[in-house]
Structure formats: structure tokens, C-alpha cells
């Protein structure tokens, strides 16, 4: 039986596949000396897998009922191989942990659907040290994460495909996603509405290989892609910028002018912000 949760509107569908719970350690790979953060262990079902192949697990979770179950499940003391931070994931610091670690930090987690972007957002924003900062390296390595079907599907999504978008490029940007399998509602207790997907998220950034400024690629792609219905060229008008310049970069990027953005790989995205001379108009 589940423990109860204090906080149920917390996104608390807790998985009840056991094969499901094996295939997603499994999915991390090798995890021989390495430390795992995990989001959301709610009862422990992902983290007792995970101990019995890791060094050392983080289980962040915010629910103060669940955090206490999980610290009865897995004792502090020196030898611990699981750490109870009881936290709220999206404050918590994971160039700290892997800096503590001293290694780059693998990710796994049936997430809390209710913060699905903010937390693959936060991840995004986590993936290397500012620079400047005393480390200023690599923080993330994989992630193996359980989101909503319809929102695996879009990240996963290649160009071309109905549900390439925003979402695909800002995750694709930081690193190739594929995903991996799908669950039914019946999987967990309670059954949430919606199917659920595993995906793999391997953090390798691309700004850098493409020259891209990462505080102004990523906007500029929100405005590709602000309107769906749209051409490329009627976002960019949309968004100011002046109608011989798109049509001066989308022929320099040799983009046709009634492309949609649905239709670009991020290579051709990052020419197209190139010939806009974004990185020198900011
Ligand atoms: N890992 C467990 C499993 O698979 O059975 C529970 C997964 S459940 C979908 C999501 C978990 O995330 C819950 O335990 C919930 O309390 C926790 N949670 C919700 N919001 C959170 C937050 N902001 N930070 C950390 N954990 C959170």
C-alpha cells in the first residue's frame, strides 16, 4: 500500500509496474561509482531500483509526508547510498550536487506532470556552470525522465512531423531525445487520464558547434514559431522584424519563403539567425 501523500494535488501517480520500474534504471545505463538525481521518489519505487546499481542517489522530493516515508525506507548514516532532500526540484542546485559528486550528474524521475516544461527547463538552465563560476564545466549527463505521451511526442519530434515545435527545438538544443517506451493509466495508482512516456535525454549543447548565442537563440525561436497556421516569414514580420530582411535572410539561409518552421531542423534555424544578424543587433 502507498504511503499517504501530505500534499495530493502534487502530481502523486505513483508507478506500479515493476518491469517499468527496471526498464527506467536500466535506461540510465552503466551506473557502476555514479551519483543519481532523482525527481519526485514519492514512495521509492524508482529509488530502490536505482540503489541496487548506483553509488549514491539524491531523491528530491517536496512532499514533507512522502520525504519522512522515504527517510524511514532508506536510513541516513555514512554508509546511505540514497540522500532524502526534501525539496522543491526547481530550486534545487545541481551544480553544487555534482560539484559535491565530482562528477557529471545523471537524472532520472516519473515527473509531476503539473511542472513537466519548468522542470526540463530547469535542467536545460542546469547543464554547465556559469561561466566564470569557480567550475565551469559540464553539470548533467543523461536524464531518463516520464512525462505525459503527447508531451514525449513533442520533444522527441523530428521536422516535418506534426508535432515538431518549440518544445523539440529548446530540449533538442541541449541534446539528442528519444523516446523510449509507453505506459497505460493502469501502470499507476491512481491512474492519471493521460498515457505515459519514457524518454532519454543525453545533454550534449549545441550553441557553441553552431555559433549560437544561447540568450538570444532561444527567444528568437519562440517567435519562429509563435503562430502555428502562419509561414516562417509572417512570424518574423509579426515579430518586427523589417520585411526586406527576412525575405534578404531567408533567401541567404536558402530557405523557401513560404516555408513553416514546423519544417526546420535546428541547423537551418541557427542559418536563419545567422543571416538575421541577431547576434550582433542585440
Ligand atoms: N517516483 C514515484 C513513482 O514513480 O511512483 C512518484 C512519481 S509522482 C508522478 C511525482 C512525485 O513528484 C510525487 O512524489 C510528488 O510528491 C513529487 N513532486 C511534486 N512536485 C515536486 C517538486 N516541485 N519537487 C520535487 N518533487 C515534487
Redesign the pocket.
Known amino acids: 500500500m502507498q504511503p499517504m501523500?501530505s500534499?495530493p494535488r502534487?502530481?502523486?501517480?505513483?508507478?506500479?509496474d515493476a518491469q517499468a520500474?527496471q526498464r527506467i534504471a536500466a535506461s540510465l545505463g552503466d551506473l557502476t561509482g555514479r551519483t543519481v538525481v532523482?525527481?519526485?521518489?514519492?514512495?521509492?519505487?524508482?529509488?530502490g531500483a536505482l540503489t541496487a546499481r548506483a553509488a549514491h542517489v539524491l531523491a528530491?522530493?517536496?512532499?514533507p509526508g512522502?520525504a519522512a516515508h522515504l527517510r524511514n525506507q532508506f536510513p541516513p548514516g555514512p554508509q546511505a547510498r540514497v540522500t532524502v532532500i526534501e525539496?522543491?526540484?526547481?530550486r534545487?542546485d545541481f551544480a553544487a550536487a555534482s560539484a559535491a559528486a565530482g562528477q557529471r550528474l545523471l537524472v532520472v524521475?516519473?515527473?509531476?506532470?503539473?511542472?513537466t516544461s519548468q522542470?526540463l527547463l530547469k535542467l536545460a538552465a542546469s547543464h554547465a556552470a556559469p561561466h566564470g563560476a569557480i567550475l565551469d564545466r559540464a553539470i548533467l549527463d543523461r536524464a531518463v525522465l516520464?512525462v505525459q505521451r503527447e508531451v514525449a511526442d513533442r520533444i522527441t519530434a523530428q521536422p516535418g512531423s506534426r508535432d515538431y515545435g518549440l518544445l523539440s527545438v529548446t530540449v533538442q538544443m541541449y541534446g539528442p531525445a528519444e523516446t523510449l517506451f509507453t505506459l497505460p493509466p493502469s501502470s499507476?495508482s491512481p491512474p492519471p487520464d493521460v498515457h505515459s512516456s519514457v524518454f532519454r535525454w543525453r545533454f550534449a549543447p549545441r550553441f557553441a558547434e553552431l555559433g549560437l548565442q544561447e540568450a538570444t537563440f532561444l527567444p528568437f525561436v519562440r517567435k519562429v514559431f509563435a503562430q502555428k497556421r502562419k509561414t516562417l516569414a509572417n512570424n518574423l514580420r509579426a515579430a518586427r522584424f523589417p520585411p526586406h530582411a527576412v525575405a534578404a535572410a531567408l533567401a541567404h539561409a536558402s530557405i523557401p519563403t513560404q516555408a513553416r518552421a514546423e519544417a526546420l531542423p535546428i541547423e537551418e534555424l541557427a542559418a536563419l539567425w545567422h543571416a538575421l544578424h541577431i547576434p550582433t543587433s542585440v
Open positions: 501523500p500534499k502534487l502530481g502523486q501517480n505513483f508507478l506500479e520500474v532523482e525527481i519526485g521518489p514519492g514512495a521509492g519505487a524508482i529509488t528530491v522530493e517536496l512532499d512522502l525539496q522543491d526540484v526547481l534545487f524521475g516519473n515527473l509531476p506532470y503539473y511542472i522542470i516520464m499507476f
